[in-house]
């Protein structure tokens, strides 16, 4: 039962092209949630996706990002025409409910040159 | 939006000696709160937690307390270990919803 798999773990991308943030679940959780953390930053909330819903977007900036979850396939992040201020690292979670809180992948780490 | 808030972003103790790491909330309607411990270039994992109708909950060496009506909690760790360094992050939930993380505080424990 592999845990929470994020890819890549490295991304580096252009000022201006897209970037996309892959992360598949554990086995059994249909909840996933996406955070950033900025350098020398806490964790900050994203967007809280079940299958095929987005049910909390309000940590999302509301243009040039965007997520999904879709029915079959992993969860995707998405951030159009990145900036230098998007270099951050980005973690996903999921969790079949919060009482066992969430299992954390290890991040993908976006650097935007 | 600091719903969460960890005043201290680093603490040094001896080994042996106790960490207490403190976390505020501000949202009254949060109903179970976590602590997450994070080691570099890897994602955060899950310590320990408590829910709004308790006031303490143990594993092993770690502690969890919880002051509602301060809106405060607190993790001990007892005896501190070099291995426990890393830093520690708070978080808060309610209503089964997405959790909220304080900015995190950096423990390090000194052989």
């Known amino acids: 039962n592999a845990g929470v798999m994020q890819n890549p773990r490295h991304l580096v991308r252009r000022r201006g092209q897209e970037a996309r943030l892959r992360c598949s679940p554990m086995k059994g959780h249909s909840h996933v949630y996406w955070y950033r953390q900025l350098p020398e930053e806490g964790l900050k909330f994203m967007v809280y996706l079940q299958k095929e819903n987005i049910i909390d977007e309000s940590g999302m900036p509301k243009e040039r990002f965007s997520a999904e979850f879709p029915k079959e396939g992993p969860s995707i992040l998405r951030i159009q025409q990145v900036v230098r201020g998007d270099s951050a690292a980005y973690f996903c979670a999921s969790s079949p409910d919060v009482e066992r809180g969430y299992t954390f992948g290890s991040g993908t780490r976006l650097t935007v040159v | 939006d600091q719903q969460v808030k960890q005043n201290s972003p680093s603490l040094s103790v001896q080994e042996g000696r106790i960490s207490i790491l403190n976390c505020d909330y501000t949202n009254s309607m949060f109903d179970y709160f976590l602590w997450y411990k994070k080691y570099p270039a890897e994602g955060p994992t899950f310590l320990i937690s408590?829910?709004?109708?308790?006031d303490k909950n143990e594993d092993g060496r770690f502690t969890v307390f919880l002051n509602k009506s301060a809106k405060h909690l607190s993790l001990h760790i007892v005896p501190s270990q070099p291995g426990d360094s890393a830093v520690y992050f708070c978080?808060?939930?309610?209503?089964?919803?997405?959790?909220?993380f304080g900015a995190g505080t950096r423990l390090t424990v000194k052989p």
């Open positions: 978080a808060a939930a309610y209503n089964n919803n997405d959790m909220r």
């Open positions: 408590i829910s709004s109708i308790k």
